[in-house]
Structures are given as C-alpha cells and as structure tokens.
C-alpha cells in the first residue's frame, strides 16, 4: 500500500462530487502548509520555500468547491504543526497572530512558534475585511522572510519565519473583486496558482455513503510523515537537466512575451515550488526526474485560467496545433513525446485546452495513439498512418 498522501488523498475523495485536480491542488496546499519551513531549496544565496497560494475557480455550484476545505482544515489541525486562519479576518489581525505563538483554532494543544500559517477562505471575498493595504501586504507575505517587521496601530510587529499558504475558493466576478488591477499588475496573481475544473464529476447525494475512517487515518499518517521532513531539497542531474534547459529557453523568450502579469517571468518558481511538494510526497527531498517532469506538466497547463482572466490571447487555429504536434512527432526518437514535453516546449504557443481538443482530432483520425510513458505519465504515438503521411507531404 502506497504512503503517498495525494495518493492516498484522492483515493479517500473519490466519490465527492468535485472535480479531481480541485482535491489534487488542495492536498498539495496541504502538503506546502505542513512542510513550514522545514525544507527548502537553495539557489545560492536564496531559498525558495514550497509554500503556495491556490484558488479553486468554478462559476457553477456544481462543481461543490468548497468541498475540500472541511478535509484539509481537520487533517492540518490533527498534524497540529502550522498556524491556520480562516473565517473572516482583517489583514492587520492575521499578522498579529502570526507575531504571536498560539495554538491551532478548534485544537490549541500546543502553541505553534513563528510565522508559518495557511489562511483557509471558503469564499475568497468574505474572508479578508475589505482594507487597501490588503493586496501589497499579501503579495509581500507570499515570500519567505526571517523576520517580517509592520507596524500595527504605532505598533511595530515582528513576524519570525514568515512563511504563508493560501487555500481559497470564488467565481470569476468575486475574484476579480477581489484580485483586481492592482492584483493582477502588482504581483499578487503570478504568485497564484488558478485552479479551474478539469472535468464534471458523476452526481452522488452522498445519503448512503459513509465515510471510511480506517482510510481517512491512512491519509493522516502519510501526511504527518510528510510533516516530518526537514532539510534542504536536492534535485538529481537528471531532473536538473530537463529544468535548466527548459528555463533557459524560457528565459530567451521574455524579451518578446507580452506578459504584464508576471505570470511567464516567474512560473519556474511555480514549477519549483510544485516539484518540492510531489517529492516531499513520496517522502524524499530529492527532486526526480519524476517530479520535475510532473510539475511542469501541472504547472504549465494552468496557463489557459490566467489567459481567461487577463491575458487577451487569442485562440490558436486547430491546423497550426496539428501541425505542431504531428512535426514534434516526426522529430522524436521512436515518433513518441510525453505529455510534459508538449506543454514544457508549447506553454506560450496553445493552451492546455486546445491542445487536448487538436490531440482528440487527432487520435479520431488515426495519426496519433496514446500510450504510458516514463515514470508512468500519458504520451503520445504516431502512428503508421501518420509517418507516411508525413513523408508523402514532406
């Protein structure tokens, strides 16, 4: 039987109506939240911490998203080892309590030392009292700091460790109530991973279904052996490899991406932050090529929720995706790309969208199959019918 926490995670909440990737990114929330600051990854004078700020994004009551908040918010008060906030709260009153050490609300068994916390906000606009210094102020909380000073009512407060993650939840038009402009433009929505529903779940009332406490414990043991961590994150030359090349062609194309968000400039630390966490949960803190792979795959794909947002791309024609996809193929040992690959080399030319729905065409005209890649991912085939339509054309 696997320890794997999201594993074991999603297997506990299969049968809820929300949708897979809304559990998939609270556990990851989870997971960043009870790593604290106990693990980081150095480069050279910085250390990135894998803390995050998710918010699960569906216009439609259907997609139950809320649903998650209740799992995650008695997990992280069992593991009782990070501040959580949640309800409703004035800025200025979640940094004193994170100035404070005090224990878990509904638990307070023991008294939880500096500034590591997850505000947990079921409803993005209800939970902060609307205040202007808001926005800036929690842009600045998303990075690490070993002493965080602000001063509160003539005040000066002093945060150690500061280290925050945010798990949320709206609809399009409260977000943008909330992350407005200033948001978008100041920092605070690259920082953000937008999380919006992958698929449409089976209806289930629930009325017969009762819930599984011997799997529920599992699920709580794999996650205080995750809080057990504690060390500097390594990354294997493999992994490195597959990064560093793919961040330094990113990096070139900065110069021509028209991007006032952020969100191309700084999505290597999402990749980073997300590779962390998928390591962490297999219990090591070596970065595999696994991991790597993985999180920019996830990372990447999120790409078509901020352009919904802000970015005003426009669609890319289905030919031109085609053809993309089919010539990757044509260009690659044994005719075969994983997944990961598309997104890691195309993340700026489609979205993860259009590229399902070009692969769909695709598959149905028997150019291309799906198979298992490495490490157990999707990849993609092309088939006979392709190669010598290929040739025929070429």
């Known amino acids: 039987m696997t320890n794997n926490f999201v594993k074991l995670f999603l297997e506990y909440t299969k049968e809820y109506e929300s949708p897979e990737n809304f559990w998939r990114w609270s556990a990851y929330a989870t997971v960043a939240a009870v790593l604290r600051t106990n693990a980081y990854f150095a480069q050279g004078m910085i250390k990135t ?17 809320s649903a998650p908040f209740k799992l995650v918010t008695k997990l992280l008060a069992e593991v009782d080892n990070t501040k959580i906030i949640s309800g409703h709260a004035s800025i200025q009153g979640i940094l004193d309590v994170l100035s404070q050490d005090t224990g878990l609300r509904g ?21 902060f009292v609307e205040d202007p210094k808001l926005l800036p102020l929690l842009t600045d909380m998303y990075d690490y700091d070993p002493n965080f000073q602000y001063v509160l009512k003539g005040n000066l407060v002093e945060i150690k460790e500061l280290c925050v993650n945010f798990l949320a939840a709206s609809n399009t038009e409260l977000f943008t109530g909330v992350y407005d402009t200033k948001a978008t433009y100041g920092g605070l929505l690259r920082r953000t991973f937008i999380i919006c529903p992958n ?4 209806a289930n009332s629930l009325v017969n279904y009762e819930d599984n406490i011997a799997e529920y414990n599992k699920v709580l043991h794999a996650l205080k052996e995750v809080a057990a961590l504690s060390g500097k994150f390594t990354m294997t030359p493999e992994a490195f490899k597959i990064y560093d090349a ?16 952020g969100f191309i400039q700084s999505i290597h630390i999402s990749i980073l932050k997300v590779a962390m966490v998928l ?48 010539e990757e193929l044509m260009s690659a040992k044994n005719n075969v790309v994983e997944q990961w690959e598309f997104h890691a080399r195309h993340w700026q030319d489609f979205s993860a969208l259009e590229f399902d729905n070009t692969l769909i065409t695709l598959v149905r005209a028997g150019f291309i199959i799906t198979i298992q890649g490495k490490n157990g991912q999707p990849a993609y085939k092309a088939t006979q019918k392709c190669i010598d339509t290929w040739n025929l054309n070429n």
């Open 246 to 261: 793919w961040y330094k062609k990113t990096y070139v194309s900065y110069a021509k991406a028209a991007d006032r968000t």
């Open 279 to 326: 390591a962490a949960t297999d219990l090591t803190l070596k970065i595999e090529e696994k991991h790597i792979t993985q999180a920019m795959s996830e990372t990447l794909s999120l790409r078509e929720n901020y352009t919904k947002l802000v970015m005003k791309a426009g669609k890319t024609e289905p030919a031109r995706i085609g053809g993309i996809i089919v």
């Open 107 to 127: 638990k307070g068994t023991r008294p939880v030392k500096g500034g590591s916390s997850i505000l947990i906000a079921r409803e993005l606009a209800s939970f």
């Open 199 to 202: 698929e449409r779940r089976k």
């Open 49 to 65: 911490f894998p803390n995050m700020y998710v918010v699960i994004l569906a216009d439609s009551a259907e997609y139950r998203k």
